[in-house]
């Protein structure tokens, strides 16, 4: 950091297994890759080239090689892991991820039919060449998967070898775990985490009030994905309680402390009450 601000909620470090932050790639060029990665690295966990993009992707192997330079694991979007499925391709696929030699894949029917034993054998025989992130939900918005399914089929597919399970929100936050609205289906979250330890979910919060509503329930340390990469910073600032929404969130000093920093400083430019 350039400079030293005390009483800061504990970030976890990189390489991180919680408080992730997974940020979404809809087509960056190479030089965008560069200008992300220079100024968002230190914050940007896992980068997710966002459903088929790859494919059409130009110089996908420099852009690759950018993210590789910073430290930076990607991985492609699983809708392009769902077209290979459907067009009856799985093998293909895996010779793709091993051909960018990629660590890690996405394992996905939210958009095409694929039955829960053959979507959890699938995570099992990837899960021994990749590190597999598993999706949960319906694009539809009108499918809504009642609570103890979601938990049944995260609690499988975490036994079947996922690392982290995806709660869908898509691009847009408006399915999944969202109303069409983009407010959070707290009950449902509620519900999956009494049962689930959160740091085995990564929550797709692609709307800043969604990435506020989880970081205030979960911590600073909640994963988060499908965040724009040039969100990221802005992302890492709620983390640290250095964004309104969260400033005194995660704000640890105790009153005693705050009313002699108020004295100091004539109450001038705090907004806060100390009562």
Not at 111 to 136: A, G, H
Not at 202 to 220: D, M, N, R, Y
Request: a negative charge.
């Amino acid at each position: 950091m350039p400079f030293q601000l005390n009483h800061l909620p504990a970030r976890t470090a990189k390489p991180r297994s919680e408080g992730i932050t997974l940020a979404l790639d809809k087509g960056y060029s190479v030089r965008q890759a560069e200008d992300f990665c220079e100024s968002a690295s230190e914050y940007t966990d896992i980068v997710k080239l966002g459903w088929g993009t790859s494919y059409v992707t130009k110089n996908l192997d420099e852009k690759l090689g950018v993210y590789k330079k910073y430290n930076i694991p990607v991985y492609f979007g699983g809708t392009l892991f769902e077209a290979y499925v459907l067009r009856d391709q799985l093998e293909a696929y895996v010779e793709l991820l091993k051909r960018y030699e990629l660590q890690y894949a996405e394992v996905s029917n939210g958009t095409i039919w694929l039955s829960e034993n053959k979507k959890l054998d699938i995570i099992s025989k990837l899960s021994e060449q990749f590190t597999i992130f598993s999706e949960v939900g319906s694009k539809n918005p009108d499918d809504i998967i009642p609570p103890y399914k979601w938990v049944k089929m995260i609690n499988n597919e975490l036994e079947a070898g996922a690392w982290k399970v995806i709660c869908e929100a898509r691009e847009s936050g408006t399915v999944g775990v969202f109303r069409p609205n983009g407010e959070v289906r707290s009950g449902l979250i509620d519900e999956i985490t009494d049962q689930i330890s959160p740091d085995k979910l990564l929550f797709e919060a692609p709307q800043k009030e969604q990435q506020v509503w989880f970081i205030k329930k979960f911590g600073s340390n909640v994963n988060l994905g499908n965040i724009q990469p040039s969100e990221v910073i802005s992302v890492e600032t709620l983390r640290l309680g250095l964004r309104s929404d969260t400033l005194f969130d995660f704000y640890s000093i105790d009153d005693e402390e705050i009313k002699n920093l108020y004295s100091n400083n004539g109450n001038a430019g705090f907004s806060h009450e100390i009562t």
